[in-house]
């Protein structure tokens, strides 16, 4: 393998060094992952982006139904009398409901709300379904749509409208509820380190940061480029929360009236931002290969050669057939050094060049995106090699962000150290447990991420509470949150 | 292979004979497939249902993608100023849109409509998106919900919310526009033909029944087990009546601003109710294999007994290694004759049952759904015959159907001969082509179904308008409408 660096940068994107926050704009747009919607606080979804969430989906989805989930889908109004039965659910949402309030020409009798999170409907109808231990667990997600009424919004990030799946459970006993919660969430982990090559942390939210009306949140975060930590996914135990309220009762094996236990657990299309701030660089978007629309592009160099055109078709079928997702790219509109700068920019893991003179010498061009090196391999067998590129590469980004990570999470000992360390990344710190020091954190640093990690491991971190001085009760990653 | 005839009815469910209309009710509560949702005209589609869902998309969808169209996402608010645009659009939509009105805590400056459709905000961002030829087509389709504020309702038939997809499309030429319009409505005919064993006929709807807004309409339209026909799916052809009301121009090869040529098509969960009435009989659902969500149910019969067990779980791994959607009944809480009677009833293509005597021959004993037999295989190499079985009961399911259609279709010359054949299913007749007699039919006999089939074979009818006795423009066929 002969290898060369590259060295033709993109020059229409604002680096991230410059300016994190327009990259990001630039990026999104240029790469025509979204566009701005003429609804307030809604994007549209342009098939580019459209075709990460389907990948995404599907590698959510067939975990989903091996972990025995089903999927359904439910009404997206929920009736206000509905919502308002649970009442810190109601606190934590009712802000940012939308309502309709007219049907056709008719004034409705009851607003109803746009569903904001589906709690409410899935339990009413539990409610129904539910009468003995014999019909437990009902272990339900669904695809759709909510809405949150948001003030500022980005796209894929904070929108007023965004795609999610949103799982819910229940079942017989507390156990089996926390089981539940705690084996999506690694599914989820799964998803995110396996799939997406995000490497994440897990762990359990503080009490002030849980969900509403839940009796315990668990998150993975994720570290974004710019030192901000993005919560990519949360699962929670609601306990009986929500059946008292809902009353969704059921006879166990003794023959007593008991209430069930109820989870529910969400990811939404937040992860393709997730997706963009870790891997991206100053040429664009660098995609996963296991959830790349387009994992190889092909690109006939001087295609009005002799035998180009027909080498580019016959390879393009050779790795389809394959199995592989591949693009050849025979526009005659634009040229190669555009297309070269178009396929970085929109992240396409490998790319591949066939020209006269590789045709020539038996060979094709590799470009791998990650790390932008350029060699050649012999034409023959090269669906054969293909896999192992395709799986170096998705290593290789996982790599990258864990070691971005790794040198973003500090352990701190003093407040001090502290506001430093997120300023660029993760402090992990010694923490009471008491909501007054959390406050007094996340008030002075703006650390609005937090999470108890399931590893403790206390390396580097003192025995006392970092804010306080008392005795320590956990080990906190403390961040600035998107 | 011995066949006997089996004759054990399921008993709580009201013959269609008797009551079509409860038929159905009883049918899809029981087999819950949905059920009724706490919001006006709402239901939910619970695990069984959206399995069904699950299987018509991944046919849809993988033939859209191969006719070269692309998956978004739009928002589901649409300001009113944009719905407002179209006049013809306006007027046949505006009575049924539910209107957000408030957001949070702050009232809304304009409504929001959740879309009854979504015309309107594509056009306004294809308006942005296309400047040249080169732009063109555009070729997108989305998989959401729409929302219309329907008086009465019945689930998968008619609800106020309801799933579907929107092909929405724009083409330089009125040549390929025509082109894409007919193309999707032979994809939905191929897929209701050949998936879900629907024989549809396929034509243009009249002027006056055509999509608000569009040049022309055409449909297909599926007859169920009442007589009554039910439009299965909608192809429309807009020309450029919304691209002039929202400006979608474009240059073309010749530098010229164009006006761009535009088309949409939709299918929805209505499609479930058509699989529904046509195939299910007084035993429950019978489901095409090619979308049903369990093809082969395994029972093990006096599961106590050494072997029977063992052999289910064998069996079971080879049908689901072979590919197929297997499900192995172990419950021990019911007897064999409820589970005999729970499949039927939920429609399963293969029922295999292996009990001692099976196993001592090497046989099992097999269930059809769709003609009742029952007989046996060697379990020896079955699931290389199971392909084949599985084929045959969709083939049958057709066969079944059409000879229903045909049958129920009738020539006529006369109105007294229209209004007869209306009663049990579509009337063909000869049309003038004038709104008057279109209304004056539609009002005698309540003839809401008027499709002009592309095939105007004319066997059996007049020459004449069946109405008025002026000179045939079209060959249309009546029916009573779902």
Redesign the interface.
């Known amino acids: 393998m002969a290898k060369e660096k590259k060295q033709e940068f993109v020059t229409h994107i604002t680096p991230r060094s410059e300016d994190f926050s327009q990259w990001y704009t630039d990026v999104i747009l240029q790469t025509e992952l979204c566009?701005y919607?003429?609804?307030?606080g809604?994007?549209?979804?342009?098939?580019y982006g459209?075709?990460i969430?389907?990948q995404i989906q599907q590698a959510m989805d067939s975990r989903f139904k091996a972990t025995g989930h089903?999927?359904?889908?439910?009404?997206?109004?929920?009736?206000e009398s509905?919502l308002l039965k649970e009442a810190e659910h109601v606190e934590g949402f009712a802000?940012?409901?939308?309502?309709?309030?007219?049907?056709?020409?008719?004034k409705l009798q009851e607003?109803?709300a746009?569903r904001p999170t589906s709690e409410t409907?899935f339990c009413?109808?539990y409610a129904?379904?539910v009468q003995t231990w014999?019909d437990l667990p009902l272990k339900?997600n669904q695809w759709?749509?909510v809405?949150r009424?948001e003030k500022a919004t980005r796209p894929f990030l904070r929108t007023?409208?965004f795609?999610w799946q949103e799982g819910h459970t229940i079942h017989a006993t507390p156990e089996e509820a926390q089981e539940e919660t705690l084996t999506m969430l690694e599914v989820y982990r799964e998803v995110a380190e396996d799939v997406l090559a995000l490497p994440v942390y897990v762990g359990q939210k503080s009490e002030k940061e849980k969900f509403a009306g839940a009796r315990a949140t668990y998150s993975m975060e994720a570290m974004m480029h710019d030192g901000k930590a993005l919560q990519a996914g949360t699962s929670h135990n609601f306990g009986t929360n929500f059946s008292e309220a809902y009353g969704i009762q059921f006879q166990n094996k003794e023959g007593k009236l008991t209430y069930a236990q109820e989870t529910s657990w969400g990811t939404s299309t937040r992860l393709i931002g997730a997706i963009i701030m870790t891997h991206g660089d100053d040429r664009g978007l660098r995609l996963p290969p296991r959830i790349a629309p387009i994992q190889v592009v092909i690109l006939p160099i001087a295609a009005h050669k002799p035998g180009v055109n027909e080498a580019c078709e016959k390879l393009e079928k050779e790795l389809k057939d394959a199995g592989f997702r591949v693009k050849l790219d025979d526009r005659d509109?634009v040229s190669a050094g555009f297309k070269f700068n178009d396929w970085e920019l929109k992240g396409v893991p490998v790319r591949l060049e066939v020209g006269p003179r590789d045709l020539e010498n038996g060979v094709v061009t590799v470009f791998r995106r990650d790390t932008c090196e350029k060699f050649t391999l012999a034409l023959d067998g090269i669906a054969g090699e293909m896999q192992q590129l395709l799986d170096s590469i998705q290593q290789e980004l996982y790599n990258q962000a864990k070691t971005f990570r790794d040198t973003h999470t500090r352990p701190v000992k003093t407040m001090e150290e502290l506001g430093e360390a997120v300023q660029e990344g993760f402090a992990k710190a010694a923490w009471c447990g008491d909501r007054e020091c959390e406050d007094k954190i996340k008030d002075q640093f703006n650390a609005s991420s937090r999470n108890m990690p399931f590893d403790q491991n206390d390396e580097g971190c003192s025995d006392t509470c970092v804010c306080c001085g008392k005795k320590r009760k956990h080990i906190m990653y403390f961040a600035k949150a998107y």
């Open positions: 566009d919607a003429p609804v307030r809604c994007m549209i979804i342009r098939p459209y075709a969430w389907e089903q999927n359904v889908y439910f009404p997206m109004l929920i009736p509905l802000p940012e409901v939308a309502w309709v309030t007219q049907g056709g020409t008719e607003r109803l746009i409907i009413t109808m129904k379904w014999r339900y759709c749509s809405m009424w007023s409208e795609l509109t």
